[in-house]
């Protein structure tokens, strides 16, 4: 049984929903026959991947949101992290291109180290405030996970795995995808945005017990982002 996950490093309700499917998976018992496979997505391709923002700014500037609104957004998502047991930092968290953390997590794939990688980028990015658009830290988080440090430089520094992340993208448009988190569980069913553990586990089991059917949504639209920001 196969899962394809399409995220983006500074979406917080991918990092909410990564955890409750995660959660989901290690109630059943059928775990260790689910692949999952991380796709990339970008919620803002037109970022300056050599500038960043503040959580805060990015929110004012994309959404026109007034300090106070963008402030209560940002708690509710602390709330809804903290429920997921992810203790965000929006304080610190930087706002940035994220082309280059993608390429990063094709890289990880190679050594079957994607989930390790997309956890490492999230932490790097919500909780410990490092710029995930800057090579050095990137080539850092590699080295963390074991991955040969001037390999992660040569790939950070040309074209490879362009295609691949151009790819995810446009497979994600064509499924339909506007916002992530997105999950497609055995190209049967689709499930989107940060849902509770308990829809995760019931969908991980329906999808496992039935025979293959056309793509459908079992979940009514939860919590995820999309180019226009983050919604509730």
């Known amino acids: ?3 394809e996950i399409w995220s983006d490093v500074m979406c917080p309700f991918c990092y909410i929903g990564k955890n409750n499917f995660e959660k989901a998976l290690e109630k059943l018992p059928f775990k260790g026959q689910v692949e999952v ?4 997505f970008q919620l803002d391709p037109t970022l300056d991947p050599k500038e960043t923002k503040t959580t ?10 007034p300090e106070a609104q963008a402030q209560q957004m940002i708690a509710q998502v ?4 903290s429920g997921a047991g992810i203790d965000f930092n929006f304080e610190k968290a930087l706002i940035t ?5 993608h390429k990063l ?19 790097a990015h919500f909780v410990d405030g490092k710029n995930v ?7 850092n988080l590699a080295a963390s996970l074991g991955i040969d440090q001037e390999e992660a430089q ?3 520094a040309s074209e490879e795995y362009n295609t691949e992340i151009s790819k995810d993208i446009t497979e994600a448009r064509n499924n339909g995808v506007s916002g992530v988190p997105f999950f497609v569980l055995n190209g049967k069913y689709a499930v989107s945005g940060a849902q509770p553990v308990e829809l995760f586990a019931s969908a991980l089991q329906q999808t496992y017990d039935e025979t293959v059917t056309p793509l459908k949504n079992i979940s009514d639209n939860g919590a995820s982002c999309d180019a226009d920001g983050c919604e509730i």
Not at 57 to 63: A, L, P, T
Request: charged share 35%.
């Open 1 to 3: 049984m196969k899962v």
């Open 133 to 139: 658009g800057d090579l050095e830290t990137l080539v």
């Open 78 to 81: 602390k709330q809804m992290g």
């Open 56 to 65: 805060s700014e990015y929110f004012k500037e994309k959404k026109g949101f």
């Open 97 to 101: 291109n994220t082309f280059s953390a």
């Open 37 to 40: 496979e991380w796709k990339s």
């Open 154 to 156: 040569k790939v950070l």
């Open 105 to 123: 997590l094709h890289l990880a794939k190679k050594y079957n180290k994607a989930n390790e990688m997309e956890e490492a980028l999230f932490i």
